[in-house]
Protein backbone atom coordinates (compact mmCIF):
# COMPACT_ATOMS: atom_id res chain seq x y z
CA UNK A 1 0.00 0.00 0.00
CA UNK A 2 1.53 3.67 -0.56
CA UNK A 3 0.12 6.23 0.49
CA UNK A 4 -0.49 9.33 -1.65
CA UNK A 5 -0.60 11.38 1.50
CA UNK A 6 2.65 13.31 2.03
CA UNK A 7 2.69 15.39 5.46
CA UNK A 8 3.92 19.39 4.71
CA UNK A 9 7.14 20.07 6.51
CA UNK A 10 6.91 23.27 8.42
CA UNK A 11 9.61 25.44 6.48
CA UNK A 12 12.12 28.10 8.43
CA UNK A 13 12.96 30.33 5.75
CA UNK A 14 16.81 31.99 7.46
CA UNK A 15 17.26 35.72 6.72
CA UNK A 16 19.37 36.92 3.66
CA UNK A 17 20.57 40.50 2.90
CA UNK A 18 21.46 41.57 -0.58
CA UNK A 19 20.43 43.01 -3.43
CA UNK A 20 17.18 41.10 -4.08
CA UNK A 21 16.11 41.00 -0.77
CA UNK A 22 16.96 44.72 -0.86
CA UNK A 23 14.32 44.99 -4.07
CA UNK A 24 11.97 42.55 -2.08
CA UNK A 25 11.62 45.26 0.67
CA UNK A 26 11.27 47.83 -1.50
CA UNK A 27 8.20 46.36 -3.38
CA UNK A 28 7.19 45.74 0.20
CA UNK A 29 7.11 49.19 1.39
CA UNK A 30 5.64 50.28 -1.95
CA UNK A 31 2.84 48.14 -2.28
CA UNK A 32 1.80 48.34 1.18
CA UNK A 33 1.94 52.17 1.28
CA UNK A 34 -0.38 52.22 -1.39
CA UNK A 35 -2.66 49.69 -0.10
CA UNK A 36 -3.14 51.39 3.64
CA UNK A 37 -2.58 54.59 2.44
CA UNK A 38 -4.74 55.13 -0.45
CA UNK A 39 -8.21 55.11 1.23
CA UNK A 40 -6.90 57.84 3.38
CA UNK A 41 -6.40 60.44 0.47
CA UNK A 42 -9.39 62.39 -0.23
CA UNK A 43 -10.81 63.89 -3.69
CA UNK A 44 -12.23 67.07 -2.85
CA UNK A 45 -15.14 66.26 -0.35
CA UNK A 46 -15.06 62.41 -0.90
CA UNK A 47 -12.68 59.53 -0.80
CA UNK A 48 -9.69 59.39 -3.72
CA UNK A 49 -10.49 55.68 -4.20
CA UNK A 50 -13.56 54.42 -3.51
CA UNK A 51 -15.28 51.33 -4.79
CA UNK A 52 -19.53 52.28 -4.13
CA UNK A 53 -21.01 49.18 -4.66
CA UNK A 54 -24.04 50.22 -3.21
CA UNK A 55 -24.59 53.76 -5.48
CA UNK A 56 -22.82 51.41 -8.44
CA UNK A 57 -20.09 53.70 -8.93
CA UNK A 58 -16.67 53.89 -9.19
CA UNK A 59 -14.50 56.62 -7.82
CA UNK A 60 -10.95 56.71 -8.65
CA UNK A 61 -9.55 60.22 -8.06
CA UNK A 62 -10.93 62.76 -11.03
CA UNK A 63 -12.63 59.70 -12.14
CA UNK A 64 -16.64 58.59 -11.81
CA UNK A 65 -17.34 55.03 -13.62
CA UNK A 66 -20.80 53.76 -13.65
CA UNK A 67 -21.43 50.28 -14.46
CA UNK A 68 -21.77 51.69 -18.00
CA UNK A 69 -18.20 51.67 -17.89
CA UNK A 70 -17.03 48.41 -17.48
CA UNK A 71 -15.47 48.12 -20.82
CA UNK A 72 -12.88 50.33 -18.92
CA UNK A 73 -12.46 47.62 -16.08
CA UNK A 74 -11.88 45.07 -18.64
CA UNK A 75 -9.55 47.36 -20.80
CA UNK A 76 -7.41 47.32 -17.53
CA UNK A 77 -7.46 43.02 -16.77
CA UNK A 78 -6.54 42.82 -20.33
CA UNK A 79 -4.10 45.05 -19.68
CA UNK A 80 -2.46 43.70 -16.05
CA UNK A 81 -2.86 39.91 -18.19
CA UNK A 82 -0.73 41.28 -21.28
CA UNK A 83 1.56 42.89 -18.60
CA UNK A 84 2.09 39.62 -16.99
CA UNK A 85 2.86 37.45 -19.80
CA UNK A 86 5.43 40.33 -20.81
CA UNK A 87 7.09 40.19 -17.99
CA UNK A 88 7.06 36.57 -17.15
CA UNK A 89 8.63 36.37 -20.48
CA UNK A 90 11.32 38.67 -20.26
CA UNK A 91 12.40 37.57 -16.78
CA UNK A 92 10.26 34.98 -15.36
CA UNK A 93 8.19 34.85 -11.96
CA UNK A 94 8.97 38.60 -11.26
CA UNK A 95 5.40 39.55 -9.84
CA UNK A 96 5.59 36.20 -7.64
CA UNK A 97 8.71 36.93 -6.29
CA UNK A 98 8.27 40.78 -5.50
CA UNK A 99 5.02 42.29 -5.70
CA UNK A 100 2.64 39.42 -5.21
CA UNK A 101 0.24 40.22 -1.89
CA UNK A 102 0.62 36.40 -1.15
CA UNK A 103 4.53 36.70 -0.93
CA UNK A 104 4.05 40.36 0.17
CA UNK A 105 2.50 39.35 2.86
CA UNK A 106 4.42 36.03 3.77
CA UNK A 107 7.50 38.36 4.13
CA UNK A 108 6.32 40.98 7.01
CA UNK A 109 4.66 37.78 8.64
CA UNK A 110 7.65 36.32 8.70
CA UNK A 111 9.31 39.49 9.71
CA UNK A 112 7.18 39.56 12.55
CA UNK A 113 8.02 36.17 13.55
CA UNK A 114 11.63 36.66 13.45
CA UNK A 115 11.58 40.02 15.51
CA UNK A 116 9.56 37.79 18.22
CA UNK A 117 10.93 34.36 17.70
CA UNK A 118 14.59 35.05 16.56
CA UNK A 119 16.23 33.61 12.77
CA UNK A 120 15.94 29.93 11.39
CA UNK A 121 17.50 28.24 14.00
CA UNK A 122 16.09 29.73 17.20
CA UNK A 123 12.73 29.33 15.58
CA UNK A 124 12.88 25.24 15.28
CA UNK A 125 15.01 25.12 18.39
CA UNK A 126 11.15 27.08 19.72
CA UNK A 127 8.94 25.05 17.48
CA UNK A 128 10.93 21.71 19.44
CA UNK A 129 11.09 22.86 22.69
CA UNK A 130 8.68 21.50 25.48
CA UNK A 131 5.89 24.08 26.75
CA UNK A 132 7.27 26.56 28.77
CA UNK A 133 6.57 30.39 30.06
CA UNK A 134 8.85 31.66 27.33
CA UNK A 135 7.45 29.43 24.21
CA UNK A 136 4.02 30.90 25.44
CA UNK A 137 4.55 34.59 25.59
CA UNK A 138 6.94 34.54 22.46
CA UNK A 139 3.79 32.17 20.75
CA UNK A 140 0.92 35.10 21.53
CA UNK A 141 2.90 37.87 21.22
CA UNK A 142 3.79 37.32 17.90
CA UNK A 143 -0.47 35.84 17.06
CA UNK A 144 -1.41 38.98 18.70
CA UNK A 145 0.73 40.91 16.65
CA UNK A 146 -0.21 38.97 13.48
CA UNK A 147 -4.03 39.49 14.35
CA UNK A 148 -4.08 42.81 15.07
CA UNK A 149 -2.35 43.56 11.54
CA UNK A 150 -4.49 41.00 9.49
CA UNK A 151 -7.85 42.79 11.41
CA UNK A 152 -5.90 46.17 9.94
CA UNK A 153 -5.87 44.80 6.32
CA UNK A 154 -9.67 43.77 6.78
CA UNK A 155 -10.40 46.89 7.48
CA UNK A 156 -8.52 48.94 5.43
CA UNK A 157 -9.78 46.39 2.38
CA UNK A 158 -13.68 46.80 3.42
CA UNK A 159 -12.24 50.72 3.61
CA UNK A 160 -11.64 50.36 -0.18
CA UNK A 161 -15.62 49.80 -0.72
CA UNK A 162 -17.53 52.21 2.36
CA UNK A 163 -15.69 55.10 3.19
CA UNK A 164 -12.56 54.32 5.57
CA UNK A 165 -13.48 57.60 7.65
CA UNK A 166 -17.15 56.38 8.31
CA UNK A 167 -16.10 53.17 8.77
CA UNK A 168 -14.14 54.42 11.89
CA UNK A 169 -16.50 56.12 13.35
CA UNK A 170 -19.11 53.25 12.69
CA UNK A 171 -16.23 50.70 14.71
CA UNK A 172 -16.18 53.07 17.19
CA UNK A 173 -19.82 53.30 18.10
CA UNK A 174 -20.36 49.65 17.61
CA UNK A 175 -22.51 50.44 14.11
CA UNK A 176 -20.68 48.71 11.54
CA UNK A 177 -23.02 46.32 9.62
CA UNK A 178 -23.24 42.76 9.55
CA UNK A 179 -21.24 42.43 5.81
CA UNK A 180 -19.16 45.08 6.63
CA UNK A 181 -17.99 42.83 10.01
CA UNK A 182 -18.02 40.12 7.94
CA UNK A 183 -15.59 41.32 5.25
CA UNK A 184 -13.19 42.46 7.28
CA UNK A 185 -13.34 39.42 9.54
CA UNK A 186 -13.22 37.08 6.33
CA UNK A 187 -10.51 39.31 4.87
CA UNK A 188 -8.69 39.33 7.73
CA UNK A 189 -8.97 35.82 8.42
CA UNK A 190 -7.81 34.72 4.59
CA UNK A 191 -4.39 37.34 5.37
CA UNK A 192 -3.69 35.52 9.09
CA UNK A 193 -4.11 32.28 7.33
CA UNK A 194 -2.25 32.20 4.33
CA UNK A 195 0.96 34.65 5.25
CA UNK A 196 1.15 33.21 9.05
CA UNK A 197 0.64 29.48 7.95
CA UNK A 198 -0.50 28.45 4.84
CA UNK A 199 2.75 30.56 3.25
CA UNK A 200 4.39 28.52 0.41
CA UNK A 201 1.62 25.88 0.03
CA UNK A 202 -0.47 28.57 -1.22
CA UNK A 203 2.17 29.16 -4.27
CA UNK A 204 2.97 25.17 -4.58
CA UNK A 205 -0.51 24.36 -4.47
CA UNK A 206 -3.03 26.62 -5.01
CA UNK A 207 -1.62 29.18 -7.40
CA UNK A 208 -2.45 28.25 -11.21
CA UNK A 209 -0.14 30.88 -12.64
CA UNK A 210 2.53 28.71 -10.86
CA UNK A 211 1.14 25.90 -13.24
CA UNK A 212 1.09 27.62 -16.70
CA UNK A 213 4.13 29.84 -15.82
CA UNK A 214 6.17 27.30 -18.24
CA UNK A 215 3.60 27.98 -21.32
CA UNK A 216 5.39 31.40 -21.12
CA UNK A 217 9.10 30.82 -20.34
CA UNK A 218 11.71 30.57 -23.18
CA UNK A 219 15.47 29.73 -22.98
CA UNK A 220 15.93 33.38 -23.37
CA UNK A 221 13.75 34.07 -19.82
CA UNK A 222 15.65 35.54 -17.17
CA UNK A 223 15.19 32.78 -14.39
CA UNK A 224 17.34 32.33 -11.24
CA UNK A 225 19.44 30.04 -12.02
CA UNK A 226 22.49 27.52 -10.44
CA UNK A 227 25.62 26.77 -12.79
CA UNK A 228 26.38 23.49 -12.22
CA UNK A 229 29.44 23.24 -14.39
CA UNK A 230 30.92 26.08 -12.67
CA UNK A 231 29.29 24.77 -8.88
CA UNK A 232 30.02 20.81 -9.08
CA UNK A 233 31.43 18.62 -7.90
CA UNK A 234 30.18 20.10 -5.26
CA UNK A 235 31.84 19.77 -1.79
CA UNK A 236 33.09 21.31 1.50
CA UNK A 237 36.86 22.93 1.54
CA UNK A 238 38.68 25.46 3.58
CA UNK A 239 39.22 29.04 2.48
CA UNK A 240 42.72 28.61 1.71
CA UNK A 241 42.48 24.79 -0.02
CA UNK A 242 43.63 24.45 -3.99
CA UNK A 243 40.14 23.52 -5.23
CA UNK A 244 41.71 22.50 -8.81
CA UNK A 245 44.30 19.88 -6.54
CA UNK A 246 40.96 18.60 -4.83
CA UNK A 247 39.02 18.69 -8.23
CA UNK A 248 35.67 20.24 -6.58
CA UNK A 249 33.64 23.15 -8.33
CA UNK A 250 32.59 26.36 -6.39
CA UNK A 251 29.70 25.16 -4.50
CA UNK A 252 31.26 24.61 -0.74
CA UNK A 253 27.63 22.57 -0.11
CA UNK A 254 26.54 25.00 2.68
CA UNK A 255 22.66 24.20 1.94
CA UNK A 256 22.33 28.06 2.51
CA UNK A 257 20.57 28.62 -0.91
CA UNK A 258 18.15 26.18 0.89
CA UNK A 259 17.66 27.35 4.19
CA UNK A 260 16.61 30.53 2.75
CA UNK A 261 14.47 29.40 0.28
CA UNK A 262 10.73 30.09 0.69
CA UNK A 263 9.74 27.43 -0.95
CA UNK A 264 12.15 25.27 0.77
CA UNK A 265 13.61 23.51 -2.40
CA UNK A 266 17.08 23.46 -3.82
CA UNK A 267 18.05 25.50 -6.94
CA UNK A 268 21.03 23.55 -7.60
CA UNK A 269 18.56 20.21 -8.77
CA UNK A 270 17.32 22.94 -11.37
CA UNK A 271 14.71 24.90 -12.64
CA UNK A 272 11.47 23.99 -10.32
CA UNK A 273 7.50 24.77 -10.50
CA UNK A 274 8.04 25.85 -6.51
CA UNK A 275 10.36 28.81 -7.30
CA UNK A 276 8.86 31.78 -6.98
CA UNK A 277 12.51 33.69 -8.32
CA UNK A 278 13.12 35.75 -5.01
CA UNK A 279 16.38 35.88 -5.52
CA UNK A 280 17.12 34.88 -1.84
CA UNK A 281 19.61 32.00 -2.81
CA UNK A 282 21.12 34.38 -5.45
CA UNK A 283 22.06 36.98 -2.72
CA UNK A 284 23.15 33.57 0.28
CA UNK A 285 25.51 32.34 -2.39
CA UNK A 286 26.63 35.45 -3.05
CA UNK A 287 28.05 36.28 0.40
CA UNK A 288 29.47 32.90 0.41
CA UNK A 289 31.11 33.37 -2.40
CA UNK A 290 32.43 36.95 -1.18
CA UNK A 291 33.79 35.57 2.09
CA UNK A 292 35.58 32.86 0.19
CA UNK A 293 37.15 34.65 -2.06
CA UNK A 294 35.22 33.53 -5.52
CA UNK A 295 33.40 35.21 -7.78
CA UNK A 296 29.70 36.12 -7.24
CA UNK A 297 27.09 34.17 -9.48
CA UNK A 298 27.33 31.01 -9.18
CA UNK A 299 23.35 31.31 -8.57
CA UNK A 300 22.05 34.03 -10.23
CA UNK A 301 19.54 35.35 -12.68
CA UNK A 302 20.34 33.82 -15.94
CA UNK A 303 18.62 32.07 -19.00
CA UNK A 304 18.96 29.03 -20.31
CA UNK A 305 21.13 29.84 -23.17
CA UNK A 306 23.05 32.07 -21.57
CA UNK A 307 23.88 28.71 -19.11
CA UNK A 308 24.29 26.43 -21.95
CA UNK A 309 26.35 28.64 -24.31
CA UNK A 310 28.19 30.84 -21.97
CA UNK A 311 26.93 33.63 -22.93
CA UNK A 312 28.70 37.37 -21.79
CA UNK A 313 25.60 39.62 -20.27
CA UNK A 314 25.40 41.75 -23.35
CA UNK A 315 24.34 38.50 -25.29
CA UNK A 316 22.00 38.09 -22.72
CA UNK A 317 20.27 41.65 -23.31
CA UNK A 318 20.45 41.43 -27.32
CA UNK A 319 18.39 38.19 -26.75
CA UNK A 320 16.00 40.46 -24.70
CA UNK A 321 13.99 41.86 -27.65
CA UNK A 322 13.28 38.56 -29.16
CA UNK A 323 10.50 38.96 -31.91
CA UNK A 324 7.93 37.29 -29.00
CA UNK A 325 8.64 40.18 -26.63
CA UNK A 326 8.33 42.81 -29.25
CA UNK A 327 4.93 41.16 -30.16
CA UNK A 328 4.05 41.70 -26.35
CA UNK A 329 5.39 44.66 -25.82
CA UNK A 330 3.28 46.07 -29.16
CA UNK A 331 -0.10 44.80 -28.19
CA UNK A 332 0.86 45.74 -24.48
CA UNK A 333 1.30 49.28 -25.72
CA UNK A 334 -1.47 49.43 -28.15
CA UNK A 335 -4.03 48.30 -25.81
CA UNK A 336 -2.77 50.78 -22.85
CA UNK A 337 -3.17 53.74 -25.08
CA UNK A 338 -6.25 52.81 -26.50
CA UNK A 339 -7.61 52.57 -23.16
CA UNK A 340 -6.01 55.97 -22.01
CA UNK A 341 -7.39 58.10 -25.28
CA UNK A 342 -10.80 56.01 -24.46
CA UNK A 343 -10.75 56.90 -21.41
CA UNK A 344 -9.71 60.66 -22.17
CA UNK A 345 -12.84 61.12 -24.93
CA UNK A 346 -14.90 59.70 -22.57
CA UNK A 347 -18.23 62.26 -22.30
CA UNK A 348 -18.77 62.95 -18.56
CA UNK A 349 -22.49 61.78 -18.79
CA UNK A 350 -24.49 59.28 -20.43
CA UNK A 351 -27.59 59.11 -21.96
CA UNK A 352 -30.34 56.72 -22.42
CA UNK A 353 -33.71 57.21 -23.75
CA UNK A 354 -36.58 54.43 -24.26
CA UNK A 355 -39.83 55.10 -25.45
CA UNK A 356 -43.04 54.96 -23.12
CA UNK A 357 -44.59 51.92 -23.89
CA UNK A 358 -47.58 52.39 -22.17
CA UNK A 359 -48.39 56.05 -23.92
CA UNK A 360 -48.83 54.82 -27.81
CA UNK A 361 -48.88 58.05 -30.39
CA UNK A 362 -51.94 60.38 -29.96
CA UNK A 363 -53.04 63.33 -30.86
CA UNK A 364 -53.18 66.46 -28.61
CA UNK A 365 -55.70 68.89 -28.28
CA UNK A 366 -54.01 71.39 -30.68
CA UNK A 367 -53.93 68.55 -33.28
CA UNK A 368 -50.31 67.45 -33.49
CA UNK A 369 -49.16 63.96 -32.83
CA UNK A 370 -46.97 63.49 -29.93
CA UNK A 371 -45.09 60.24 -28.97
CA UNK A 372 -43.90 60.49 -25.34
CA UNK A 373 -40.22 59.05 -24.27
CA UNK A 374 -38.62 58.43 -20.77
CA UNK A 375 -34.97 60.31 -20.78
CA UNK A 376 -32.38 59.03 -18.14
CA UNK A 377 -29.63 61.12 -18.03
CA UNK A 378 -26.77 60.55 -15.74
CA UNK A 379 -24.27 62.84 -14.35
CA UNK A 380 -20.78 61.36 -14.05
CA UNK A 381 -19.14 64.67 -13.53
CA UNK A 382 -18.56 66.30 -9.83
CA UNK A 383 -20.43 69.33 -10.17
CA UNK A 384 -24.19 70.02 -10.50
CA UNK A 385 -24.77 70.76 -14.67
CA UNK A 386 -27.44 71.29 -16.95
CA UNK A 387 -28.18 69.64 -19.73
CA UNK A 388 -29.98 71.13 -23.47
CA UNK A 389 -32.23 68.62 -24.86
CA UNK A 390 -32.82 68.73 -28.72
CA UNK A 391 -34.41 66.35 -31.40
CA UNK A 392 -33.67 66.04 -34.80
CA UNK A 393 -34.99 63.77 -37.45
CA UNK A 394 -38.43 64.66 -38.51
CA UNK A 395 -39.28 67.80 -40.20
CA UNK A 396 -41.22 70.38 -37.36
CA UNK A 397 -40.32 67.52 -34.81
CA UNK A 398 -40.17 69.72 -31.51
CA UNK A 399 -40.08 69.16 -27.36
CA UNK A 400 -42.83 70.25 -26.34
CA UNK A 401 -41.34 69.31 -22.26
CA UNK A 402 -38.63 70.77 -20.79
CA UNK A 403 -34.99 70.99 -22.71
CA UNK A 404 -32.85 72.29 -19.92
CA UNK A 405 -32.80 69.92 -16.94
CA UNK A 406 -30.13 69.78 -13.80
CA UNK A 407 -28.48 67.11 -12.54
CA UNK A 408 -26.72 66.99 -9.42
CA UNK A 409 -22.66 65.44 -9.06
CA UNK A 410 -22.87 61.61 -9.96
CA UNK A 411 -26.40 60.91 -10.11
CA UNK A 412 -28.46 60.38 -12.49
CA UNK A 413 -31.39 61.72 -13.29
CA UNK A 414 -34.76 60.26 -15.35
CA UNK A 415 -37.69 62.67 -17.25
CA UNK A 416 -40.55 62.17 -19.28
CA UNK A 417 -39.90 63.73 -22.49
CA UNK A 418 -42.67 64.85 -25.42
CA UNK A 419 -42.22 65.21 -28.82
CA UNK A 420 -44.51 66.42 -31.56
CA UNK A 421 -45.05 67.16 -35.28
CA UNK A 422 -47.91 68.49 -36.65
CA UNK A 423 -50.50 65.70 -37.61
CA UNK A 424 -50.10 64.97 -40.99
CA UNK A 425 -46.96 66.13 -41.81
CA UNK A 426 -44.77 62.95 -41.62
CA UNK A 427 -46.24 59.21 -43.09
CA UNK A 428 -47.45 56.71 -41.49
CA UNK A 429 -44.61 54.34 -40.54
CA UNK A 430 -41.88 54.37 -37.60
CA UNK A 431 -39.16 57.24 -38.38
CA UNK A 432 -35.55 57.28 -37.11
CA UNK A 433 -34.87 60.26 -34.61
CA UNK A 434 -32.34 61.55 -32.94
CA UNK A 435 -31.68 63.23 -29.09
CA UNK A 436 -28.95 65.85 -28.92
CA UNK A 437 -27.76 66.41 -25.66
CA UNK A 438 -25.35 69.16 -24.46
CA UNK A 439 -23.62 69.71 -20.89
CA UNK A 440 -24.05 73.69 -21.02
CA UNK A 441 -20.79 75.60 -20.42
CA UNK A 442 -18.86 72.40 -22.24
CA UNK A 443 -18.04 70.99 -25.65
CA UNK A 444 -19.33 67.77 -24.21
CA UNK A 445 -22.32 66.48 -26.54
CA UNK A 446 -24.32 63.18 -26.85
CA UNK A 447 -26.71 61.89 -29.64
CA UNK A 448 -28.73 59.10 -28.49
CA UNK A 449 -31.26 57.60 -31.26
CA UNK A 450 -34.75 56.86 -30.90
CA UNK A 451 -37.91 56.17 -33.20
CA UNK A 452 -40.89 58.36 -33.74
CA UNK A 453 -44.37 56.58 -34.78
CA UNK A 454 -47.11 58.18 -37.07
CA UNK A 455 -49.83 55.44 -36.44
CA UNK A 456 -51.82 54.93 -39.80
S1 LIG B 1 24.63 28.71 -1.20
FE1 LIG B 1 25.92 28.51 -3.00
S2 LIG B 1 27.70 27.44 -2.19
FE2 LIG B 1 26.11 27.15 -0.66
S3 LIG B 1 25.16 25.22 -1.26
FE3 LIG B 1 23.99 26.85 -2.26
S4 LIG B 1 24.94 26.99 -4.29
FE4 LIG B 1 26.37 25.86 -3.01
S1 LIG C 1 14.94 28.60 -5.38
FE1 LIG C 1 15.82 30.61 -4.96
S2 LIG C 1 14.66 32.01 -6.25
FE2 LIG C 1 13.52 30.09 -6.17
S3 LIG C 1 12.06 30.40 -4.50
FE3 LIG C 1 13.86 29.40 -3.63
S4 LIG C 1 15.14 31.09 -2.90
FE4 LIG C 1 13.62 31.98 -4.26
Redesign the pocket.
Known sequence: MVSLYAASKKIYPRSVEGIFAYWRWIFVVLTQLVFYGLPWFEWGTRQAVLFDLASRRFYIFGLVLYPQDFIYLTGLLVISALALFLFTAVAGRLWCGYACPQTVYSEIFLWIERKVEGDRSARMRLDDAAFSLEKLVKKCYKHIIWIFLSVWTGFTFVGYFTPIRELVMEFFLTQMTAWELFWVFFYAFATYGNAGFMREQICIYMCPYARFQSAMFDNDTLIVT?DAER?EP?GPRSKSADVAALNLG?????????QVCPTGI???DGLQYECIGCGA?AD??DT??DKLGYAKG??RYSTQNAIDNKWTSAQIWERLMRPRIQIYTMILVAVTVGLFVSMGMRTPFKVDVERDRSTLSRITESGTLENVYRLQVMNASEAEQTYRLAVKGLPNLRITTETEIKVVPAQSRWVVLSADIPYGSSPSGSHKIEFHIEALGTNDFVAEKSVFIVPR
Open positions: YGRSCVDCTLCVDIRCVCVMLV
